[in-house]
C-alpha cells in the first residue's frame, strides 16, 4: 500500500510563489499516472493537476499557467511549482495516483493572505 507524505506549504501572500514535493514509498511515483489534488474549507476535494506516464500533463483552469507539475524519478518525487498564488488557492494539498487509488497522505497546508 502506497504512502504519500506531502511538504513545502506555508502561509504566503497573494502573488508569492510555493513548491510543493510529494514522497513515495517504493515505485507508486515512477509507475502510475499521478495527480496533486486539494481541498478547500467547506469544499470536495479536487484535482488540479495531474501528470501521465508520457509525460504529458494537464491542469484544471483555476490552475493553468500558474501551476507547474513534474516528477523526479531520481528523487522519486511529484512536485507543484505554484505561481501567483491568489487566496482562493488557500487548501489542504494532496498527491496521489490519478484516480486516487491508494490511501490520503495528511496533505500539506497552504495559505494565501489578500
Known amino acids: 500500500q502506497a504512502q504519500f507524505v506531502e511538504s513545502g506549504g506555508g502561509l504566503v501572500q497573494a502573488g508569492g510563489s510555493l513548491r510543493l514535493s510529494c514522497a513515495s514509498s517504493?515505485?507508486?511515483?515512477?509507475?502510475?499516472?499521478m495527480a496533486w489534488y486539494r481541498q478547500a474549507p467547506g469544499k470536495q476535494r479536487e484535482s488540479i493537476a495531474r501528470?501521465?506516464?508520457?509525460?504529458?500533463?494537464e491542469y484544471a483552469p483555476s490552475v493553468k499557467g500558474r501551476f507547474t507539475i513534474s516528477r523526479d524519478n531520481t528523487k522519486n518525487t511529484l512536485s507543484l511549482q505554484m505561481n501567483n498564488l491568489k487566496p482562493e488557492d488557500t487548501a489542504v494539498y494532496y498527491c496521489?495516483?490519478?484516480?486516487?487509488?491508494?490511501?490520503w497522505g495528511r496533505g500539506t497546508q497552504v495559505t494565501v493572505s489578500s
Open positions: 501528470f501521465y506516464l508520457s509525460g504529458n500533463t
Open positions: 496521489n495516483t490519478e484516480g486516487a487509488a491508494f490511501k
Open positions: 517504493g515505485s507508486t511515483l515512477r509507475f502510475n499516472p
